[in-house]
Structure formats: structure tokens, C-alpha cells
């Protein structure tokens, strides 16, 4: 079975502050994708990144990092610097075999970031 | 990019009225599309996969003929509410797979049922 915890269900930072979203998940299987999205009010979810299981090689793309964590299962997600406009539902996602499959999403976490 | 859409954006009915969500891969074409419902607050939750050209499959405890989902075209799958009741308020968000079996997600709709 395919699980995605995300035990931080609300974060409040003040702005500039940087802030880390965990990620835990359980899967049997050996390939494997992992997601992040952001979700603003509107609704509409915004890809942010993807990983698959075979690289563990941590990503920076501007203030975003994400450390994937393979030996403790975890997916962490780093928002350096954080702005109001960071503030959103963020979700972790696990994917079967390929990115192509259905996703099985984390609670989520909601970030505030305060001025 | 490829682009999915989902039309309406937002909808209110009527209990016990039906209503029809589409949602379009505009820019590939999609054998695949997966359907989602978030209630207010929570995560979320897949509802079914759409196969072109096939029966929908349904996650466990989701009403197959209560969520009509037809996948009629290679960009086309509609996820048809039926009878909706006041329950069935949430947030429907599709999702397309391409040929590459990369996935993208709609925007979204935003069902209320009075």
C-alpha cells in the first residue's frame, strides 16, 4: 500500500524566515516518483517538482530545495527566504512505476507566511 | 506546456440534479485520465482512472453510477454528478497523462450543491 504523511498540517513563519515541509512515505514498490505541488486559494495545483526513486541527488531551484532522503523515506521540501506569495497548501505525492500513474497525495500542509 | 482544462470552474445545482464536469487535454492527447475530489481542507483523493475508450475504474468506496465518468475521446473524459446531494460539495480536479506518461492537472471545479 502507498502512503504519504506530511505530519505538518499548518506552518506559520514570518516572512524571510526559512521554513521546512516534511515528507514521509511507505511504498513497496522499487520505482517510484515523488511530487511536491503548491495549491494557492484558487485552487489550481502547481507543479513544483518530481523525483524518481533511483535519484537521490538533492535539488535547488531558486529559494526551493528538496532533500530526497531515500534510507529514511522522506522527501523534504526547504523554502529559503520565505515571501507572502509562498503562502499556499503545499502536497507531497508518491506515484507508482512512472510519472504517468495516479498520485497518492499527503494531507498537505498549509504554509502562512506572515509580513 | 501541455494544457489540461476543466469547464465548468465553478457550479452550483440544485439537490437531486445532475451535473457534468469536462475535462480536455487541449494541446495532446490523453489514453489516460485520472479524476480527484478535495473536500474543503483535506487532501486529495482519487476517484477513478479514465481509459479512453474503456469502463472507468473506481477506487474502493466511490459509487460508480452515482460518478459517471465517460472518456469518449482522446481529449475528452466528463465526470457526470448525479442526483447530487449537499455531500457532494467538493473540489474535482482531473488530471490527463500523455503519450510520454507525463501527467498534468486541471484547474479544477468547484462543485456546490444546495
Known amino acids: 500500500a502507498q502512503k504519504v504523511t506530511q505530519a505538518q498540517t499548518e506552518i506559520s513563519v514570518v516572512e524571510k524566515e526559512d521554513v521546512t515541509l516534511d515528507c514521509v512515505y511507505e511504498?513497496?514498490?522499487?520505482?517510484?516518483?515523488l511530487f511536491w505541488y503548491k495549491q494557492p486559494p484558487s485552487g489550481e495545483l502547481v507543479f513544483l517538482i518530481r523525483r524518481n526513486s533511483f535519484d537521490e541527488q538533492n535539488e535547488i531551484s531558486g529559494r526551493y530545495s528538496w532533500n530526497f532522503q531515500k534510507s529514511t523515506s522522506s522527501f523534504n521540501f526547504t523554502i529559503t527566504a520565505s515571501q507572502v506569495v509562498d503562502s499556499a497548501v503545499y502536497f507531497c505525492a508518491l506515484g507508482r512505476n512512472n510519472a504517468g500513474n495516479m498520485l497518492t497525495f499527503g494531507g498537505g500542509t498549509r504554509l502562512m507566511v506572515k509580513p | 506546456g501541455a494544457v489540461v482544462s476543466q469547464h465548468p470552474s465553478r457550479v452550483i445545482c440544485k439537490s437531486g440534479t445532475s451535473v457534468k464536469i469536462e475535462c480536455r487535454s487541449l494541446?495532446?492527447?490523453?489514453?489516460?485520465m485520472f479524476w480527484y475530489r478535495q473536500f474543503p481542507k483535506q487532501s486529495l483523493m482519487l476517484m477513478a482512472t479514465s481509459n479512453e475508450g474503456s469502463k472507468a475504474t473506481y477506487e474502493q468506496g466511490v459509487e460508480k453510477d452515482k460518478f459517471l465518468i465517460n472518456h469518449a475521446s482522446l481529449t475528452l473524459s466528463t465526470l457526470t454528478v448525479t442526483s447530487a446531494h449537499p455531500e457532494d460539495s467538493s473540489f474535482y480536479i482531473c488530471s490527463a497523462r500523455d503519450r510520454a506518461r507525463e501527467q498534468y492537472f486541471g484547474p479544477g471545479t468547484r462543485l456546490t450543491v444546495t
Open positions: 494541446d495532446f492527447q490523453a489514453t489516460t
Open positions: 511504498t513497496r514498490d522499487t520505482t517510484y516518483y
